[in-house]
Nanobody, 116 residues
Framework: QVQLVESGGGLVQPGGSLRLSCAAS????????MGWYRQAPGKQRELVAV???????NYADSVKGRFTISRDNAKNTVYLQMNNLKPEDTAVYYC??????????WGQGTQVTVSS
């Protein structure tokens, strides 16, 4: 069973930046596409960025041009660089497998709050 631990969230002003990290246990990490998901209060969880095992990326329209996903397979870690943050980016951010069904054991997530 893969375990996921997200970190790097915080409170930032509009226009600011944050870098999120997600450390995964287990050997399955490098074989799978990974995604960053977010869930805002009262809303469903949404997938905002994906990186395949080969390094190809894809983004939701709402974050395209502002967020960058990357991975380090040697460290079993996936990152999300978030620039030009907006209040509507406020959410709890999670990482998990993408394109296939997410692993059932979600991490605790990391809170991102964008506010002046």
């Amino acid at each position: 069973q893969v375990q996921l631990v997200e970190s790097g969230g915080g409170l930032v002003q509009p226009g600011g930046s944050l870098r999120l990290s997600c450390a995964a246990s287990g050997s399955a990490f490098s074989l799978n596409a990974m995604g960053w998901y977010r869930q805002a209060p009262g809303k469903q969880r949404e997938l905002v960025a994906v990186i395949t095992s080969g390094g190809s990326t894809n983004y939701a329209d709402s974050v395209k041009g502002r967020f960058t996903i990357s991975r380090d397979n040697a460290k079993n870690t996936v990152y999300l660089q978030m620039n030009n943050l907006k209040p509507e980016d406020t959410a709890v951010y999670y990482c998990n497998r993408a394109y296939l069904a997410p692993w059932t054991s979600w991490g605790q997530g990391t809170q991102v709050t964008v506010s002046s």
